[in-house]
């Protein structure tokens, strides 16, 4: 086996797949990467049982076809170090030694057969096929993924329900605190619905790979698997089974408080209030009269309280609700808008963050937060 390729664009694919690698693995052989030199295309793989990621790049040159596994960090740490030139790969497959050829140098390390390294099951014969595009699902995965939980007990509230249907792609991810859901208009399947349940770190995958543009993704899904297909990327990864709580049914349809709000002076007055909140609630306070909300917080035990006035656009009777400092924080991070809408009902009920102006007239975006009691 014996190609050569460049070492920045071999660098820039392993760096991609190598996050699927658990830190610890199943099997001690998925410390490795798999590489499979074939059609003048290097396929770089990774996977943790659960995720595989495959990446190509395109070979320089290829003399003789095969297969071999190179520890990760090995290989990463030896490529990190080279600047933009062409590398020779020469291996042996018989006793799996890698020889590493640069214009300077010449350097061996051990490889594994690649026979051993576990291969993801098929997705089989019921799968279903949507065309859609990598900025829409990244903006998706972006807007939702932070919202996800961190729950052992409930595997689903860990992930990210995608829902498709002739209307509307919509996102959504809970942690029974915090609720967003996102749609996009501009992405329908062709009247059929469909629901899947997408896994955190393959959504943190993802996130990280896919480019902001248009260009097309292939998604193919059926009850137990998905695989994403783009550009130069394949990732297969395992759905979880289960049924994503009804968000519907918590979202409050009648708001009559609402206030308008800047974004960033709401965010940093956040900020410097809450460093005053009992670090075991982090309660800060919201108290709306007319023009104006007062954000405050107090820890009792030491003594501390601050206070701030902000002005609003706001006309309605006075109210105080209570919310948890760092979830405010993280929704209004999350926002891409310059003011938002506050929307409530009463001091029991959940509070709503609407952008009040998007950029695109494509897109749906709410963000839900419970309150805390005052």
């Known amino acids: 086996m014996r190609f050569v390729v460049s070492s920045s ?36 793989t990774a996977s943790d049982k659960e995720t595989t990621m495959e990446a190509k790049v395109e070979l320089e040159n290829l003399e003789t076809p095969g297969s071999i596994t190179i520890p990760a960090k090995l290989l990463l740490d030896i490529l990190k170090e080279f600047p933009e030139q062409p590398l020779t790969f020469d291996i042996n497959t018989g006793t799996n030694e890698v020889k590493i050829i640069s214009d300077k140098g010449e350097f061996s390390v051990p490889g594994e057969s690649a026979e051993d390294y576990p291969v993801q099951s098929a997705m ?72 899947l349940i997408l896994p955190k770190k393959p959504s943190l995958l993802l996130k990280n790979i896919l480019p902001k543009d248009e260009s097309e993704l292939q998604l193919q899904f059926n009850e137990k698997m ?67 909300i007062v954000i405050s917080a107090q820890d009792v035990d030491y003594a501390m309280s601050g206070h701030e006035t902000i002005t609003c656009q706001y006309e309605g009777d006075e109210m105080a609700i209570g919310f948890k400092s760092p979830f405010v924080q993280e929704i209004l991070s999350n926002m891409n808008t310059e003011s938002l809408v506050l929307e409530l009902s009463d001091p029991s009920r959940p509070g709503l963050f609407l952008p009040y102006e998007s950029d695109n007239e494509n897109e749906d975006l709410l963000m839900l937060l419970m309150p805390m009691m005052v």
């Open 9 to 44: 664009s071999f660098l820039m694919r392993l760096q991609a797949v190598s996050k699927v690698i658990s830190g610890k693995p199943a099997q001690p052989i998925l410390d490795n990467i798999l590489l499979v030199a074939k059609d003048d295309m290097l396929y770089a």
């Open 124 to 195: 089989g014969e019921s799968v279903t096929t949507i065309n859609t595009n990598c900025g829409m699902l990244l903006e998706g995965i972006t807007r939702t993924v932070f919202a996800t939980a961190n729950d052992d007990l409930r595997p689903v509230m860990n992930c990210i329900l995608i829902e498709m249907n002739g209307e509307n792609f919509t996102f959504v991810a809970s942690d029974a605190h915090k609720l967003v859901r996102y749609k996009r208009f501009d992405a329908k399947t062709d009247g059929d619905q469909f629901s």
């Open 226 to 292: 998905a695989c994403f297909t783009f550009g130069n990327y394949k990732m297969v990864c395992t759905l979880v089974e289960g049924r994503f709580p009804n968000y519907n049914s918590v979202i409050p349809q009648s708001n009559p408080k609402k206030v308008i709000i800047e974004k960033k002076e709401l965010y940093n007055s956040l900020r410097r209030v809450s460093v005053m909140a009992n670090q075991a609630s982090n309660l800060v306070k919201f108290d709306l009269s007319s023009g104006t």
